[in-house]
């Protein structure tokens, strides 16, 4: 009996610390992509002013 709670316990945890990374790397993810794409406005607009 304790031996199965004690086995439910882990495989549950497990899985939360899993799903936490998961959350984590596309937090992250996402975040990269942001940052690039802010990035990636101002070296536009710096082209941009340069051309002009």
Do not use: E, G, H, P
Request: aromatic share 20%; glycine share 0%.
């Amino acid at each position: 009996m304790s031996f199965s709670l004690l086995s439910q316990a882990l495989y549950i945890s497990a899985f939360s610390c899993r799903l936490w990374l998961f959350i984590y790397m596309v937090s992250l993810s996402i975040w990269q992509t942001k940052r690039n794409y802010y990035d990636l406005k101002i070296i536009l607009s710096l082209f941009q002013v340069k051309r002009k």
